[in-house]
Each structure stands twice: as C-alpha cells, then as structure tokens.
C-alpha cells in the first residue's frame, strides 16, 4: 500500500512537470527495482509515463538508454530503444540493399554490374550462348541486344536493361552448359573503367569465405574425443577388439562363397558385427568386380566405327521431360477409326475457295486441330492438368502442334483455336512450323498449350501410335494415317470403300478417367465424320 501511495505521488509530479525524469531519475529507478513488484504494473507505470503529454519525446529518448529495468533479483530486462532510432536503423539498413544491389563490394574493383544467365523459359534451368552481337569495350543502351541464348525451347535474343560499357565477355560464342544465374559478362559505367576487368574472375570472391568456415568447426570435435575415454562404458568396446588384428573374422558361408570364386578374404571389407564378413560383403564385391569387367571391354574392340554426336539443348530437354512424363503419369490409351470421306470432300470444296481469294491450303491436320478444340470445348474436363492439391481446368483451348525439326521436336501453340477459323489456322500452323525449323521461336510460340496434337500419318504413312504426354498436361492426341477400307454398306451384304483414318488419345489417368476419355473421342469423331458441324 505504501508503495501504491508513493507511485500516485509521483505520477502526479508527472503530469505536473517536464523536468522530474531528468531530476528525480533515482526516485523512477527505484519504483522499478523492487523485485517484489509485478511486472504488469511497472509496465503500466511506466506506460503512464510515456503517454503523458507533459513529457517530451526527446526526454524519453534519454531515459531509455539509461534505465535498466529489474524484474527478479540478478534478471535485468534491456531497455527498449526509441521510435526514432528504430526508424533510423530501418533507412539505413534499406539504403545498404539498394546500394549494393548488383554492384561489386570489392574495394579493389570500381563499380560494376554481373550480367548472369537469365531464365527465358518456365523449364530453363541452362543455356548456350549462339553469337554475341556486342564486343568488350563497346557502349550499351537500353533495349540493345547483347547476344542470342539457345535455351531449352529456342534461340532467344537477350537485351540490355541499363547503359554502360561492355568490360567483359566471360562466356564467349557458343558456350554451353551455362547454369541459370550463372555470370557471362561484366558492364560498367565509365569507359576508364573496361581495364580494369581484365583479368576479371567472378569465382574468386565466392570461393574465399567457404575455406574460412569449416576451420572454425575442427577444434570442438576434438575435445570431445578426448572426454570420451572417461566414460566406462567404452573400455568394452576398444578392449575386445584389440588382441585379434592379424585375425580375419568371416562367417562359414561367407567362407565358402570365397573359396569357390578364389577371393582372397584380405581383399574384404567385412561389415557384420565387429567386422565380421558375411555373404552380403561377398555378394558385394563380385558385383563390383563385375562391373569392372564390361567397362574395359569397349576398349579392346577397335572394330566398331562410331561418331559422337553433340546433344542440342532442346533434345536434352526433351529426354529430361518425357522421361519424366513416363515415370511420374499413369498412362493409358484410347483408340478408334475414324471415316474421313467427307472430310477429304470438304477439304478439297475449301481449297478451291482459298486459291481463288489467294490463301493458303488447308491441310488434314488443319481440320484436326479445329475438330480437337472443339471438342475439347465441348469435354473440358480434357482440358484439364494436374497439380497435388487441385485439378486446373482451362478455359482457354491452345492446341500445341509437334514439328519435327533437324534438332529436335517443337510444340508450337495455336491459341484459343475453338475461336479462330480454318484458314487462320492453317497460316499458323504454316508460320509457327517454319518459325521451328528456323530456331526463331519466341516464348510467346510456345508457352501456355493445354493439348497436343501429334500427327505422323500424313507425312510419315504411319498408321498407328501412342504418344508421350507433354506435361503439364493431361492429354495428347496421336494422328495416323487414312487408308482405303472395305467397309459395310448401307444394306445387308452390301461393302463399300472408304478412308479409314485411327487415332489414339493418350490420358492421365490422375484427371482424365477412361468414361471421360472415351466422351472426348466420341466428339472428335463426330466433327470428323461431319466436318460441316465444324463450321457453325
């Protein structure tokens, strides 16, 4: 109670008068170290004190520092800083990232910018350098193209962001194999400034902290080992197997399988208990002689003439994604013939109407990707792909056409291809084919599919074939070719002859079950069998 008194007291001389904190700063101290007061209620006092509107905000930035509040006995609590440094610290640690970011910290070197290997694609994770079209020394501005970078897909054209002098080249014409993030050039601002960047390294400054990290770790280690022995429990482990060094320990089976191969047990390493060896050691060290066998093998046959090929970026790319397609999508397929009779009649009526207004021709595959957006719209559950927690269904239909180029396959995408009429697609199709063989594919070309179509009959003959599914997608649509079958006519034992073309629909069987699948074809079929339902 008297402590109650003594507070209501003083915080009246708050109120009263600016100048108590800085000359009864004892009298403050020693209402707050009383260990037996709570801390709720040196918190609220102390609250009072900072919201009253006699004391100034620069008396409270000199109290803070230094008083030091006592909760227990011995337990000091730290002082709180003030709103104005708080503030302080936040700027300037603010101002340190922007300085800093992308520009050297070494004293030795002027200001710079380290251009890294961009990602131009979703699934980029390298890429080659093709040419570069600025030399060391030249001026930058922005929007210039520095170089053409082959990534995954195709041959990008890389710009400038900010203006400066190219002072170093450290990736040259057609390096390859380039990490994203990776640096491949150096810009600075001043043109006195390029040779300085000579004998420039960018390796160096990240290689020098790691040495100096684990020096620092050894020293604990080995003081542990040595209070180890004090423990009684390790004499039981040390002692017993000490007297047996020249002796080897093995197991009778393990001997045995080692007499009947002549392997000398000395050459074993054996893993059982105290280092007993047992059949598994055996067991491991022939498989591993051999596999040492067939490895020299190649070398001895000279007979064999062989050329090693370089693998392009969008081949390795390929492998990585389908293989992955393969392992990680349940796949399963679908196939149905399909009677394209009226199809091949509707084609040849168009193309008589596009050469006399002077457009281009409609291919087979032009009418099969208009017939497969449309039933994509009509069963969007194809149109779907898979993620872990949710099942994305598009609401957009871009079809992507496989092109086979000398180095590798694209998959162009014709955008929302529901929407578009046969004569645009068909220009295209023609376009972003050419673009493909001409390595000039944009991201733009390429990016967003929700299908694929894949069509090897009309150029190849083939008749039949599953295709890989391109992830992210759950669905692709393997196109074969037409032929003449008999076929039943329209009354009994009547026969007729018509084109037959099979198409197979490759699902993943996570989004597309085989009812849905199953729908999906019985669509596509009915805009083949009927292409004037197309053009409504």
């Given amino acids: ?19 108590l904190i800085r000359h009864d700063s004892s009298s403050l101290v020693r209402w707050f170290t009383n260990g037996t007061r709570e801390r709720r209620n040196i918190s609220e006092s102390f609250n009072k004190c900072k919201s009253s509107s006699a004391v100034s905000n620069n008396s409270c930035r000199a109290v803070s520092p230094t008083v030091s509040f006592v909760n227990a006995p011995g337990t000091a609590i730290a002082p709180c800083p003030s709103t104005a440094s708080m503030h302080f610290m936040r700027s300037s640690s603010g101002s340190q990232v922007l300085s800093r970011r992308g520009f050297s910290s070494a004293s030795d070197l002027p200001p710079h910018q380290e251009i890294g ?8 994770t390298e890429g080659n350098i093709a040419r570069w079209l600025k030399k060391e020394g030249e001026k930058v501005s922005p929007g210039e193209v520095l170089c053409e970078v082959e990534t995954d897909k195709a ?36 043109e006195d400034d390029i040779a300085k960047f000579k004998d420039y390294q960018p390796s160096t400054s990240d290689a020098t902290p790691s040495p100096k990290a684990p020096a620092s770790p050894p020293p604990p280690p080995k003081e542990e080992v040595a209070e180890k022995p004090v423990t009684p429990s390790e004499p039981k482990v040390s002692k017993p197997s000490a007297p047996p060094a020249d002796r080897i320990f093995a197991s009778p089976l393990a001997r045995k399988i080692a007499e009947d191969h002549n392997i000398p047990l000395s050459n074993i390493k054996g893993t059982g208990p105290e280092g007993r060896i047992v059949k598994a050691d055996i067991d491991d060290y022939l498989a591993s002689r051999g596999k040492e066998a067939p490895a020299a093998a190649p070398k001895a046959d000279t007979s064999i003439d062989y050329a090693d090929i370089p693998v392009a970026q969008i081949r390795k790319v390929t492998a990585s ?27 040849s009526k168009l193309n008589s109407l596009q050469e006399a207004s002077g457009g281009k021709k409609l291919s087979v595959n032009d009418l099969v990707i208009k017939a497969a957006a449309l039933a994509l719209r009509k069963v969007p559950q194809c149109n779907s792909s898979w993620t872990n927690d949710y099942i994305r269904q598009y609401h957009n239909v871009n079809i992507g ?12 995408v014709v955008k929302d ?13 023609k376009n972003l084919a050419q673009k493909a063989k001409d390595n000039s594919l944009k991201p733009q070309d390429y ?17 039949q074939f599953c295709a890989i599914i391109n992830p992210p997608q759950s669905a692709i649509l393997a196109v074969g070719s037409a032929e003449r079958r008999v076929v039943p006519g329209s009354g009994q034992d009547q026969y007729k002859f018509s084109s037959m073309m099979s198409v197979t629909l490759s699902c993943d069987h996570r989004v597309i079950d085989g009812a849905i699948g199953a729908e999906w074809l019985k669509a596509f079929k009915g805009y083949i069998e009927n292409p004037e339902s197309m053009l409504l």
């Fill in 1 to 19: 109670m008297t402590y109650a008194i003594h507070l209501l007291r003083h915080s009246n001389k708050i109120r009263s008068s600016s100048n």
């Fill in 117 to 124: 290997m961009p990602s131009l694609s979703p699934t980029m």
């Fill in 155 to 190: 041959t990008v054209e890389m710009e400038c962001m900010e203006e400066g002098y190219l002072a170093k080249i450290l990736r040259g014409d057609g390096a390859n194999g380039i990490k994203v993030g990776e640096v491949i050039a150096i810009t600075v601002e001043e």
């Fill in 321 to 347: 994604r389908l293989l992955l397609s393969k392992q990680t999508i349940p796949h399963y397929y679908l196939t149905v013939d399909t009677c394209v009779d009226k199809l091949m009649e509707l084609r």
């Fill in 401 to 412: 056409v496989a092109v086979q180029t000398d180095k590798g396959l694209y998959v162009p």
């Fill in 417 to 429: 291809a529901d929407k578009k009429g046969l004569s645009t697609i068909a220009e295209e199709v």
């Fill in 447 to 463: 990016e967003g599919g929700t299908f694929t179509v894949s069509n090897l009959g009309g150029p190849f003959g083939i008749k």
